[in-house]
């Protein structure tokens, strides 16, 4: 009898540093959704406080995780440490995946751009390399510096990743304009794969009120505390409301991230200390417990070059949540939120805090703002999409078997 030949499963490579797989939300969600679309999937990814093993199976996704020397504060100097370190894991693990059986595609998250240096040796065997574009990273840079030489330099390593990229996954319409333009893609090699939370993995829970001290009402802020995060513009925010005599409600920054101890400092310089409460990084029960207690979802990222064009995940999370959102008036989070956001009338810690303000007093408003939220994270916020326009770009990559 002949033998009955099985095609073999598709099978890709997802490489991310930003955080360690489960914790970077979007990128498990990525892994899960290829999963069930038949795709053996495996995860090259850094280690981190609550992932420290080197390699484990999870819901049948292989990870496989490395060390750092040290997250990159110090400069450029610290920057080049770090991204060359993780090159040499991911090149050193990419090497034992591919010992133990080939794989189709090479999917890489940036930051940093240049995760394409360690992909390139496998393009000579015929894997097909995936670009997804998380962040702008020459826009996040030029937030914070201008435009130096080091600007210049990301901008050529973001058109090196392009150019090697058999497909780009752009994580809203501005990112995919740039690919199209700045990276002289076509548009069937760029498809949008926004980073929407999955609505079923949210959890309804029972609000702990120990973070509001005592107060009225909360403003909360979920996210990494970077430096371009507008942090400083919600301590100012907050200061000239308290200056004001509002005094019956409670900041709580939900978070960890280089920029944590230079807010500190910012608490204390303004005297503040008591009107803010600072948790930390948080997941798991006492996540969702501390979100519950929201009762106004702030996003104080300013106005720049990076801010203006990305989708912040917390416009996807506070409204799935049904928290009313006060923020800029950002290309990207306008885009997306439309009325249901409260608005700055200017891009100055005054317009928030005159946004806050309005939020804090009008407890109609809160509600409004509330229902309107929830009902734009039902209608067009669907994780569902996501993971089909991701499939769909993955299916066109390779033919099956």
Same mark, same amino acid.
């Given at each position: ?29 990525? =892994? ?53 370190? =993780? ?77 090697? =990229? ?236």
């Amino acid at each position: 009898m002949p033998r009955t030949l099985v095609p073999r499963r598709r099978a890709c490579v997802i490489i991310v540093e930003n955080l360690p797989v489960p914790f970077d939300r979007h990128v498990w969600q990525q =892994a899960l959704a290829l999963r069930d679309a038949d795709w053996a999937v495996t995860v090259i990814c850094p280690k981190g406080p609550s992932a420290q093993l080197k390699h484990e199976r999870l819901e049948g996704i292989e990870i496989y995780r490395h060390g750092l020397p040290l997250e990159a504060r110090g400069g450029l100097a610290g920057y080049a440490l770090e991204y060359g370190a =993780a090159l040499f894991h991911e090149l050193r693990l990419l090497i034992r995946v591919a010992l133990k059986g080939r794989f189709d595609v090479i999917h890489a998250c940036n930051p940093p751009d240049v995760i394409f240096l360690v992909a390139a040796p496998f393009k000579l065997f015929g894997v097909r390399f995936v670009f997804d574009q998380h962040d702008l990273s020459p826009e996040l840079y030029e937030s914070r510096f201008g435009r130096t030489l080091t600007h210049r330099m990301l901008l050529l390593f973001e058109k090196l990743s392009f150019k090697m =990229a058999d497909h780009v996954l752009a994580s809203n319409e501005t990112f995919r304009e740039i690919a199209l333009e700045r990276g002289g893609k076509s548009p069937e090699q760029v498809s949008v794969v926004h980073t929407i939370p999955d609505a079923l993995h949210l959890k309804v829970a029972e609000p702990d009120r120990t973070a509001r001290r005592g107060k009225r009402l909360v403003v909360g802020y979920l996210g990494i505390i970077g430096f371009q995060d507008g942090l400083d513009h919600l301590v100012e925010a907050a200061a000239r409301l308290h200056t004001e005599g509002l005094t019956d409600f409670q900041v709580v920054i939900i978070g960890d991230g280089p920029a944590l101890e230079s807010l500190r400092e910012k608490i204390e310089t303004a005297d503040l200390t008591a009107l803010f409460t600072l948790t930390g990084y948080l997941s798991g029960a006492s996540l969702w417990a501390h979100l519950a207690d929201f009762d106004v979802g702030v996003i104080p990222d300013p106005r720049n070059a990076f801010n203006d064009k990305i989708s912040m995940n917390k416009v996807f999370e506070y409204s799935a949540l049904g928290i009313p959102i006060v923020s800029y008036r950002l290309k990207e989070t306008s885009r997306l939120l439309g009325d249901a956001g409260a608005y700055a009338p200017d891009d100055t810690p005054a317009g928030l805090a005159d946004a806050l303000r309005e939020m804090l007093q009008n407890d109609d408003l809160r509600k409004k703002k509330a229902k309107q939220a929830l009902a734009v994270a039902r209608e067009k916020f669907v994780w569902a999409r996501e993971a089909s326009s991701l499939v769909a770009a993955y299916d066109r990559l390779k033919p099956p078997g």
